[in-house]
Each structure stands twice: as C-alpha cells, then as structure tokens.
C-alpha cells in the first residue's frame, strides 16, 4: 500500500518561506508523477507543482518564480520550497503520486499572515 506522509507545515508571515517535504513508502521514480496540490477554504483542489517520472516539472502561474518542487531518489522524498508567500498560498497541502492509482497524504495546513 502506498502511503505518502507530508509535514513541513506551519504559520508564517507574508513574504517569509516555508518547505515542504513529502516522504513516499516507495521508490518514487516508480510513480508517473508526483505533485503537490493545495485547497484554499471554500475553494477546489488545484496543482501546485508536478514533477514527471522523466523528469519534466510544472507549476501553476499563480506560483512560478517563487516555488521550487525537487525529489530525492535515495531518500523518496518531494520537496516543495516557497518563498515570498502571499496570502493567497494560505491552504492545506497535499502530497500526490500516480501510477495508474492516485494516491494522497493526510496533508499539511500553510497559513500566511498578512
């Protein structure tokens, strides 16, 4: 069974950064995809950041230039670097991976304080 675990999360002021990490039960490179997703309150589920097996990556606009989502092979984890957080990034995130299943961690609330 895959299980995704994520922490990382936390309050922080506008402008400030937080970092994400997502530890996976197994070898990620064996995923299609692994990403990490946010829900705002009262909003839908969106991508944030993907990251393919072959290794191409994508960010939503609202994010590009100020989040970075890198893995490590050895330690089976995905990382998800924020810097110069806005309010708006306030949400819970969550760890996906893919490979024919979709599979999600418990996730992590981000708070950012004006």
């Known amino acids: 069974q895959v299980q995704l675990v994520e922490s990382g999360g936390g309050l922080v002021q506008a402008g400030g950064s937080l970092r994400l990490s997502c530890a996976a039960s197994?070898?990620?490179?064996?995923?299609?995809?692994v990403a990490w997703y946010r829900q705002a309150p009262g909003k839908q589920r969106e991508l944030v950041a993907v990251f393919t097996r072959l290794g191409n990556i994508n960010y939503a606009d609202s994010v590009k230039g100020r989040f970075t989502i890198s893995r490590d092979i050895v330690k089976n984890t995905v990382s998800l670097q924020m810097n110069s957080l806005k309010t708006e990034d306030t949400g819970v995130y969550y760890c996906?991976?893919?490979?024919?299943?979709?599979?999600w961690g418990q996730g992590t609330q981000v708070t950012v304080s004006s």
């Open positions: 996906n991976a893919k490979d024919g299943g979709d599979y």
């Open positions: 197994r070898n990620i490179v064996a995923y299609e995809s």
